[in-house]
């Protein structure tokens, strides 16, 4: 996995909005103070505000991309994890497939947001009975690296595809 720093934080913020920025700001803000001799039983609200953003930028991201409608984006009842879960790929609300289907490399980054989701997310937020995934100080800059790498790729993603579009009109 690759290794999580202060450049990560930077290029992540390049893509993501004002509000979401601060909440990336937030995570470097928690890692830089806390010490090696902190003995916590649970790293886990270290990513909390990191998967916060992520989600927004989920919404943004889709938006923009065309995956979803105004409509979807304003909802309250649209779930990212859901639309974007590989395994209802074939449901007509599928993001999953729908970013599959857009591009060459969209499958490659639907995995890439997924997996993001699913450690960065959905194991921290969820309680699973006999599962409670505590995290190590460790795992959670783990966590927060994967969701950073998952805004900085489809960021580069999004940025391709805008040139793509401008040269075909030139």
Same mark, same amino acid.
């Given at each position: 996995?690759?290794?999580?720093?202060?450049?990560?934080?930077?290029?992540?913020?390049?893509?993501?909005?004002?509000?979401?920025?601060? %909440?990336? @700001? &937030?995570?470097?803000?928690?890692?830089? !103070?806390?010490?090696?001799?902190?003995?916590? =039983?649970?790293?886990?609200?270290?990513?909390?505000?990191?998967?916060?953003?992520?989600?927004?930028?989920?919404?943004?991201?889709?938006?923009?991309?065309? %995956?979803? @409608? &105004?409509?979807?984006?304003?909802?309250? !009842?649209?779930?990212?994890?859901?639309?974007? =879960?590989?395994?209802?790929?074939?449901k007509r609300f599928s993001v999953f497939q729908r970013l599959a289907d857009y591009?060459?490399?969209?499958?490659?980054?639907?995995?890439?947001?997924?997996?993001?989701?699913?450690?960065? !997310?959905?194991?921290?937020f969820h309680y699973f009975p006999g599962n409670v995934k505590n995290l190590t100080?460790?795992?959670?800059?783990?966590?927060?690296?994967?969701?950073?790498?998952?805004?900085?790729?489809?960021?580069?993603?999004?940025?391709?595809?805008?040139?793509?579009?401008?040269?075909?009109?030139?």
């Amino acid at each position: 996995m690759t290794q999580l720093s202060s450049q990560m934080f930077h290029d992540a913020k390049k893509y993501v909005s004002e509000n979401q920025a601060k %909440l990336v @700001s &937030d995570v470097e803000i928690i890692l830089s !103070r806390l010490t090696l001799a902190d003995h916590i =039983n649970d790293y886990s609200f270290v990513v909390s505000p990191m998967a916060k953003a992520y989600e927004g930028y989920l919404k943004d991201f889709f938006l923009n991309v065309g %995956l979803i @409608s &105004d409509h979807d984006y304003d909802s309250d !009842r649209f779930r990212v994890g859901k639309t974007l =879960n590989p395994s209802l790929r074939y449901k007509r609300f599928s993001v999953f497939q729908r970013l599959a289907d857009y591009h060459e490399k969209g499958e490659e980054l639907a995995e890439i947001l997924w997996d993001a989701w699913k450690y960065g !997310r959905n194991e921290i937020f969820h309680y699973f009975p006999g599962n409670v995934k505590n995290l190590t100080r460790q795992e959670a800059e783990e966590r927060v690296c994967l969701l950073l790498n998952a805004i900085i790729k489809s960021g580069e993603f999004v940025e391709e595809h805008k040139k793509l579009k401008n040269q075909e009109y030139v």
